[in-house]
Structures are given as structure tokens and as C-alpha cells.
């Protein structure tokens, strides 16, 4: 725990200290819960874990599907709006900001898999939109209010509506 809170310093000037980031950063509340929520959920007790996300979507303003899977230290700065569907893959070390959709498209491929895969040390802007099974790339940085549907490629940056990866 005490790395995810140091990682949260790292990436906010404004946390000054662990008491602060448990009690009124609504991203690290709502993974606290997620963290419970998957676990009930991979031991098929989903109708419990979907309630309990339910309950934090209602009072943080947050939605991950207990589906999802989610990787370590993850930040979401703000978090209100946040939306992670179900077959999301989020990576170590990714920091999103409020608004952001990883949402899925239609039904999926044939795995059924409809939803964004977020490689280790992305930074998704506020309001943008990532849709359908499209990966982005480890340490790519995708741009406030982009509308993302292609893959980005590792340690590029993709801004604009649709958007599109800068040179």
C-alpha cells in the first residue's frame, strides 16, 4: 500500500499525505473497493460484486465493472465520469483523469473482448474516450477529450477527434 500512495505523490503536487489520499481522493476509494469487488466477482459471487460497484458508482461517481482487470498502482486524478467496462485491461503505473470512457463498441470479437487494453505508464487526458478492443501502447499519452478507436503505438501521443497520433 505504501508504494501505491508514494507512486499518487509522485503524480500529484497537490497530495501532501497518505491521511489526505485515503479521505478524500475518490480514485483511490473506489479501486479500494473494485480490489473486493473482483475478487467476489472471479469466485462468482457477481451479483454481490456488481451491487457493491453499483453503490460506489452511486457515491463516487465512478463506474468499473468488477470484470475488469486492473493492474497496480493505478490513479484516477479527479474521477468523477470515470467509466472502465468490463473486458478493460488496464496496465501498472496508468493515471487517468476525470472523464475518461474505456467502453466498448458493439459486441466484440469472437473472444468477446469489446473493451480498450491499457499497456504500464499511460496517461489518458480528462473527457477522452477510448472505444472498443484497441490497445494502447506502454507509455503513450492520449489527449484531453480525444476520441480514440485505433491502436496507439508505445510512448506516442494521439489527441483530436477522432484522434490521430502525433509525429
Known sequence: ??????SIKRR??????????ILLYPGVQAIF???????LYQ????????????????V??????????IGKR??????????????????DDVTMYHGVTLGGVGRGDSSGKRHPTVEDGV???A???????????????????AVVLKDVPPRKTSVGVPSAVKK
Not at 484497441?134 to 507509455?139: A, E, K, N, S
Open 33 to 39: 473497493w473494485y480490489r473486493i469487488a473482483h475478487f
Open 60 to 69: 463516487l461517481n465512478i463506474e468499473i465493472h468488477p470484470a475488469a482487470t
Open 43 to 58: 469466485h462468482h459471487f457477481k451479483l454481490l460484486a456488481e451491487m457493491m460497484m453499483f453503490i460506489v458508482r452511486c
Open 123 to 125: 496517461t489518458i487526458g
Open 74 to 91: 493505478l490513479f484516477i486524478d479527479h474521477g468523477t465520469g470515470v467509466v472502465i467496462g468490463a473486458t478493460s485491461v488496464i496496465g
Open 12 to 21: 500529484d503536487p497537490a497530495a501532501r499525505n497518505i491521511f489526505q489520499i
Open 1 to 6: 500500500m505504501r508504494e501505491y500512495f508514494d
Open 127 to 145: 473527457g477522452a474516450k477510448v472505444l472498443g478492443n484497441i490497445t494502447l501502447g506502454q507509455g503513450c499519452m492520449i489527449g484531453a477529450n
